[in-house]
Nanobody, 120 residues
Framework: QVQLVESGGGLVQAGGSLRLSCTAS??????????MAWFRQAPGLAREFVAA????????KYSDSVEDRFTISRDNSKNAVYLQMNRLKPEDTAVYYC???????????WGQGTQVTVSS
């Protein structure tokens, strides 16, 4: 069984920073076979894409709302993906989820989420 476990969420003031981590485990899960991504969902809104990183880490993609503030990275030796979030804004408040995507672009594995709250 594949498990993705997020950590690092919390309460921070606007302008502050947080670093989210997600570790993957599972006997049948080969971390380097998967692109990894972060999504978020604010109360009453649909889940939205935040950032993604390729299997080897050489390519990244960001939503317009976080580009230049957030950085996604991964450490394949640790089966981990990270999201460094700087200059946080109240509108970044959401539950953040990490997800693993296969070669078809389908994100089939999801973590349980970690809450990020940015106060104004």
């Amino acid at each position: 069984q594949v498990q993705l476990v997020e950590s690092g969420g919390g309460l921070v003031q606007a302008g502050g920073s947080l670093r989210l981590s997600c570790t993957a485990s599972g006997l049948t899960f080969t971390f380097t076979n998967y692109a990894m991504a972060w999504f978020r969902q604010a109360p009453g809104l649909a889940r939205e894409f935040v950032a993604a990183i390729s299997q080897g880490g050489g390519m990244t993609k960001y939503s317009d709302s976080v580009e230049d503030r957030f950085t996604i990275s991964r450490d394949n030796s640790k089966n981990a993906v990270y999201l460094q979030m700087n200059r946080l804004k109240p509108e970044d408040t959401a539950v953040y989820y990490c997800a693993a995507g296969d070669s078809s672009g389908t994100y089939g594995y999801w973590g349980q989420g970690t809450q990020v709250t940015v106060s104004s």
